[in-house]
């Protein structure tokens, strides 16, 4: 399937993670009070909240760190329209890769490049400058699951893959980071971002009922809604922290 004869990909989501209108605009508004001067989010795809800070801190500098040139494109071009391009750069390169520390440092739904969420919490933590401020998104379980319910998740799903919730705390400030606010998602956020993130496919269907491919974008589609009703649904939940970096 060619960009023009597929699905689009991630057209119906402001963000690439769970989250409501109200909570993001709320991760905008605590972040930008704290007046970064410089900002890096590690895993960005097309980088909405990163733009959004960016926006409102004006003597901020950002950079968006993602290996998807796709979506890469795509935040460059919104950077363009909002006229923040000046200040926010979108690079191509390995986020557990990168070196550069910043005053706020994002990463959500990337810690898997990093490893587990800990490894992730210790490998970020050098990239907070003292005083600064890491946004943490991973997905956590809401109990012990069972090998029932991992037969029900994406193939190859282990227990050991995320941690409780107030484990995952614990390894933030293990890693030397302070929570300043723990917040988990609604189930309507988790279902709002798997409707949307399928609409893509619902839509493409409707409008290519006979394409050679339609079969195949079907399946995927189903496969995906078992994973997440018969699967994740109830079971998996997603945590956003606001961590500090001591300054000693």
Request: charge should be negative; proline fraction near 6%; include cysteine.
């Amino acid at each position: 399937m060619t960009t023009h004869d597929a699905p689009t990909r991630f057209g119906f989501l402001d963000c690439n993670s769970p989250i409501a209108p109200w909570r993001l605009d709320r991760q905008v508004a605590e972040s930008a009070a704290a007046e970064p001067r410089t900002i890096v989010d590690i895993g960005c795809g097309w980088g909405e909240l990163l733009q959004r800070i960016t926006e409102r801190v004006p003597a901020a500098r950002a950079h968006g760190i993602d290996s998807d040139l796709e979506l890469l494109e795509r935040g460059r071009a919104a950077a363009r329209r909002r006229g923040i391009d000046d200040r926010l750069t979108f690079v191509e390169y390995q986020g557990e890769s990168w070196t550069e520390p910043a005053d706020l440092v994002i990463c959500i739904g990337a810690a898997h490049v990093f490893g587990t969420g800990a490894e992730a919490l210790r490998a970020l933590h050098p990239l907070v400058n003292p005083g600064g401020r890491l946004l943490f998104g991973e997905c956590f379980w809401q109990r012990e699951p069972t090998e029932a319910d991992l037969a029900d998740m994406w193939p190859g799903t282990v227990a050991d893959e995320w941690r409780l919730l107030p484990d995952l705390v614990d390894d933030a400030v293990r890693a030397g980071l302070r929570p300043l606010r723990v917040e988990a998602v609604e189930q309507h956020e988790w279902d709002d971002f798997e409707s949307q993130f399928l609409a893509d496919k619902e839509v493409w269907l409707q409008a290519n009922p006979d394409h050679p491919e339609a079969q195949a974008v079907r399946e995927q589609a189903d496969a995906h809604r078992d994973w997440w009703l018969r699967g994740h649904r109830g079971l998996l939940g997603f945590a956003y922290l606001t961590l500090l970096r001591p300054v000693a």
